[in-house]
Protein backbone atom coordinates (compact mmCIF):
# COMPACT_ATOMS: atom_id res chain seq x y z
CA UNK A 1 0.00 0.00 0.00
CA UNK A 2 1.55 2.76 -1.14
CA UNK A 3 0.81 5.94 0.52
CA UNK A 4 3.06 8.46 -1.23
CA UNK A 5 3.55 8.01 -5.04
CA UNK A 6 5.83 10.06 -7.27
CA UNK A 7 4.54 8.48 -10.49
CA UNK A 8 7.50 9.54 -12.70
CA UNK A 9 10.59 7.38 -11.90
CA UNK A 10 12.28 10.08 -14.54
CA UNK A 11 12.29 13.64 -15.99
CA UNK A 12 14.45 14.97 -18.08
CA UNK A 13 14.64 19.17 -18.91
CA UNK A 14 16.52 21.76 -20.71
CA UNK A 15 18.78 23.76 -18.65
CA UNK A 16 16.88 26.99 -17.78
CA UNK A 17 13.43 25.67 -18.35
CA UNK A 18 11.11 24.80 -15.67
CA UNK A 19 11.19 21.62 -13.82
CA UNK A 20 7.82 19.99 -12.49
CA UNK A 21 7.75 17.17 -10.02
CA UNK A 22 4.36 15.36 -8.67
CA UNK A 23 3.46 13.94 -5.70
CA UNK A 24 0.24 12.25 -4.58
CA UNK A 25 -0.89 11.04 -1.70
CA UNK A 26 -3.64 9.22 0.04
CA UNK A 27 -3.66 9.43 3.53
CA UNK A 28 -5.49 12.30 4.71
CA UNK A 29 -3.62 12.23 7.93
CA UNK A 30 -0.39 13.46 6.53
CA UNK A 31 -0.31 16.81 7.03
CA UNK A 32 3.09 17.73 6.60
CA UNK A 33 5.32 17.04 3.60
CA UNK A 34 8.78 17.31 2.80
CA UNK A 35 11.22 17.34 -0.26
CA UNK A 36 14.54 15.41 -0.11
CA UNK A 37 17.18 15.81 -3.07
CA UNK A 38 19.42 12.45 -2.97
CA UNK A 39 22.90 12.39 -5.26
CA UNK A 40 24.61 8.66 -5.37
CA UNK A 41 26.63 7.87 -2.65
CA UNK A 42 25.09 10.95 0.12
CA UNK A 43 22.02 11.00 1.78
CA UNK A 44 19.08 12.61 1.22
CA UNK A 45 19.27 16.46 1.72
CA UNK A 46 16.43 18.84 3.00
CA UNK A 47 14.88 20.89 0.03
CA UNK A 48 11.99 22.69 0.88
CA UNK A 49 8.72 21.91 3.16
CA UNK A 50 5.20 22.53 3.10
CA UNK A 51 2.10 22.08 6.07
CA UNK A 52 -1.37 21.61 5.19
CA UNK A 53 -2.54 25.17 6.41
CA UNK A 54 -0.94 26.58 3.69
CA UNK A 55 -1.22 25.85 -0.57
CA UNK A 56 1.97 27.19 -1.47
CA UNK A 57 5.94 27.60 0.12
CA UNK A 58 8.94 29.08 -1.51
CA UNK A 59 12.40 29.47 -1.11
CA UNK A 60 14.75 30.76 -4.07
CA UNK A 61 13.93 28.83 -7.16
CA UNK A 62 12.03 26.08 -5.55
CA UNK A 63 8.23 26.50 -4.70
CA UNK A 64 6.23 23.62 -3.71
CA UNK A 65 2.31 23.65 -4.26
CA UNK A 66 0.05 22.04 -2.09
CA UNK A 67 -3.99 20.84 -3.34
CA UNK A 68 -4.98 18.91 -0.39
CA UNK A 69 -8.38 18.30 -1.70
CA UNK A 70 -6.63 16.22 -4.99
CA UNK A 71 -4.27 15.21 -2.47
CA UNK A 72 -1.38 16.49 -4.53
CA UNK A 73 1.62 18.10 -4.40
CA UNK A 74 4.29 19.19 -6.91
CA UNK A 75 7.81 21.24 -6.70
CA UNK A 76 8.63 23.54 -9.09
CA UNK A 77 12.26 24.46 -9.99
CA UNK A 78 13.13 27.58 -11.81
CA UNK A 79 15.51 27.85 -13.22
CA UNK A 80 16.45 24.69 -13.38
CA UNK A 81 20.51 24.33 -13.71
CA UNK A 82 22.85 21.25 -14.10
CA UNK A 83 23.42 21.01 -10.32
CA UNK A 84 20.02 20.19 -9.93
CA UNK A 85 20.11 16.63 -11.56
CA UNK A 86 19.54 14.34 -8.87
CA UNK A 87 16.65 11.91 -7.21
CA UNK A 88 13.78 13.80 -5.62
CA UNK A 89 11.79 12.49 -3.33
CA UNK A 90 8.57 13.46 -1.32
CA UNK A 91 7.69 13.25 2.42
CA UNK A 92 4.81 13.36 4.46
CA UNK A 93 4.22 12.83 8.03
CA UNK A 94 1.18 12.99 10.31
CA UNK A 95 1.23 15.74 13.44
CA UNK A 96 3.06 18.60 11.68
CA UNK A 97 6.39 17.11 12.58
CA UNK A 98 9.23 14.68 10.97
CA UNK A 99 7.95 11.64 12.65
CA UNK A 100 7.96 8.68 10.89
CA UNK A 101 8.33 10.20 7.20
CA UNK A 102 6.53 7.94 4.26
CA UNK A 103 8.44 8.22 1.16
CA UNK A 104 7.17 7.87 -2.23
CA UNK A 105 9.33 6.05 -4.78
CA UNK A 106 11.47 9.34 -6.05
CA UNK A 107 11.91 11.02 -9.54
CA UNK A 108 15.23 10.84 -11.27
CA UNK A 109 15.70 14.46 -13.07
CA UNK A 110 18.35 15.25 -15.32
CA UNK A 111 18.86 18.66 -16.27
CA UNK A 112 19.99 18.90 -20.24
CA UNK A 113 22.80 21.56 -20.63
CA UNK B 1 27.35 19.30 5.64
CA UNK B 2 24.70 18.06 7.53
CA UNK B 3 26.62 16.81 10.82
CA UNK B 4 25.27 13.14 10.70
CA UNK B 5 27.97 10.91 10.55
CA UNK B 6 27.32 7.15 9.80
CA UNK B 7 29.76 3.96 10.56
CA UNK B 8 30.82 1.53 8.38
CA UNK B 9 29.80 3.39 4.97
CA UNK B 10 29.63 -0.46 3.67
CA UNK B 11 29.65 -3.69 5.16
CA UNK B 12 29.05 -6.78 3.85
CA UNK B 13 27.86 -9.88 6.54
CA UNK B 14 26.77 -13.85 5.88
CA UNK B 15 23.47 -14.49 6.32
CA UNK B 16 21.76 -15.85 9.77
CA UNK B 17 24.71 -13.19 10.75
CA UNK B 18 24.02 -9.97 12.95
CA UNK B 19 25.19 -6.58 12.69
CA UNK B 20 25.62 -3.18 14.34
CA UNK B 21 25.12 0.32 12.42
CA UNK B 22 25.99 3.27 13.99
CA UNK B 23 24.85 7.29 13.75
CA UNK B 24 26.29 9.96 15.33
CA UNK B 25 23.19 12.67 15.44
CA UNK B 26 23.81 16.23 14.14
CA UNK B 27 24.78 18.79 17.14
CA UNK B 28 21.64 20.11 19.20
CA UNK B 29 18.83 17.06 18.03
CA UNK B 30 17.26 15.28 20.55
CA UNK B 31 15.38 12.62 17.98
CA UNK B 32 17.01 9.77 15.68
CA UNK B 33 15.15 7.86 13.12
CA UNK B 34 16.31 4.78 11.04
CA UNK B 35 15.54 4.09 7.91
CA UNK B 36 15.70 1.44 5.30
CA UNK B 37 16.10 1.94 1.24
CA UNK B 38 15.93 -1.02 -0.77
CA UNK B 39 16.86 -0.49 -4.87
CA UNK B 40 14.44 1.51 -7.15
CA UNK B 41 12.39 2.65 -3.47
CA UNK B 42 12.11 5.37 -1.18
CA UNK B 43 13.66 5.01 1.73
CA UNK B 44 11.08 2.81 4.67
CA UNK B 45 10.74 4.19 8.38
CA UNK B 46 12.09 1.44 10.95
CA UNK B 47 11.70 3.28 14.26
CA UNK B 48 12.75 6.70 16.49
CA UNK B 49 14.43 7.27 19.09
CA UNK B 50 13.03 10.22 21.05
CA UNK B 51 15.60 11.11 24.50
CA UNK B 52 16.94 7.45 24.55
CA UNK B 53 13.04 6.10 24.20
CA UNK B 54 11.87 4.32 21.21
CA UNK B 55 9.43 6.77 19.94
CA UNK B 56 7.36 5.44 16.83
CA UNK B 57 7.82 1.78 14.77
CA UNK B 58 7.54 1.00 11.65
CA UNK B 59 6.56 -2.59 9.98
CA UNK B 60 10.01 -4.21 10.71
CA UNK B 61 10.31 -7.91 12.92
CA UNK B 62 11.47 -7.36 16.34
CA UNK B 63 14.69 -8.70 15.06
CA UNK B 64 15.54 -5.41 14.19
CA UNK B 65 16.05 -3.44 17.18
CA UNK B 66 18.06 0.03 18.30
CA UNK B 67 19.29 2.01 20.94
CA UNK B 68 19.50 5.81 21.28
CA UNK B 69 23.11 7.00 24.19
CA UNK B 70 22.70 9.58 26.17
CA UNK B 71 25.22 12.04 23.83
CA UNK B 72 21.96 11.28 21.38
CA UNK B 73 23.78 9.10 18.98
CA UNK B 74 22.44 5.73 18.15
CA UNK B 75 22.54 2.09 17.20
CA UNK B 76 20.82 -0.06 14.68
CA UNK B 77 21.01 -3.58 15.38
CA UNK B 78 19.49 -6.67 13.14
CA UNK B 79 19.69 -10.13 14.35
CA UNK B 80 19.49 -13.21 11.95
CA UNK B 81 20.17 -11.25 8.70
CA UNK B 82 18.53 -12.37 5.93
CA UNK B 83 19.51 -11.78 1.96
CA UNK B 84 16.37 -9.23 2.09
CA UNK B 85 18.13 -7.20 4.61
CA UNK B 86 20.72 -6.19 1.91
CA UNK B 87 19.85 -1.75 1.82
CA UNK B 88 20.93 1.41 2.32
CA UNK B 89 20.40 2.13 5.62
CA UNK B 90 20.24 5.93 6.73
CA UNK B 91 19.93 7.70 10.20
CA UNK B 92 17.94 10.59 10.43
CA UNK B 93 18.06 13.35 13.15
CA UNK B 94 16.08 16.32 14.32
CA UNK B 95 14.64 18.36 17.02
CA UNK B 96 11.41 17.25 18.14
CA UNK B 97 8.94 19.37 17.45
CA UNK B 98 6.45 21.34 15.23
CA UNK B 99 7.76 22.32 10.86
CA UNK B 100 10.87 20.64 11.72
CA UNK B 101 12.98 18.55 9.26
CA UNK B 102 15.02 15.51 9.37
CA UNK B 103 18.93 15.63 8.20
CA UNK B 104 20.04 12.39 6.91
CA UNK B 105 23.28 11.08 7.28
CA UNK B 106 25.08 9.39 4.07
CA UNK B 107 23.89 5.88 4.60
CA UNK B 108 25.32 2.33 5.34
CA UNK B 109 25.41 -0.04 2.60
CA UNK B 110 24.65 -3.67 3.76
CA UNK B 111 24.93 -6.93 1.69
CA UNK B 112 23.75 -9.81 3.08
CA UNK B 113 25.53 -12.58 1.11
Known amino acids: DQQVKQNSPSLSVQEGRISILNCDYTNSMFDYFLWYKKYPAEGPTFLISISSIKDKNEDGRFTVFLNKSAKHLSLHIVPSQPGDSAVYFC????????????FGTGTRLTIIP | ETGVTQSPTHLIKTRGQQVTLRCSSQ?????VSWYQQALGQGPQFIFQYYREEENGRGNFPPRFSGLQFPNYSSELNVNALELDDSALYLCASSLAGLYTEAFFGQGTRLTVV
Open chain 2, 27 to 31: SGHNT
Open chain 1, 91 to 102: AASANFGNEKLT
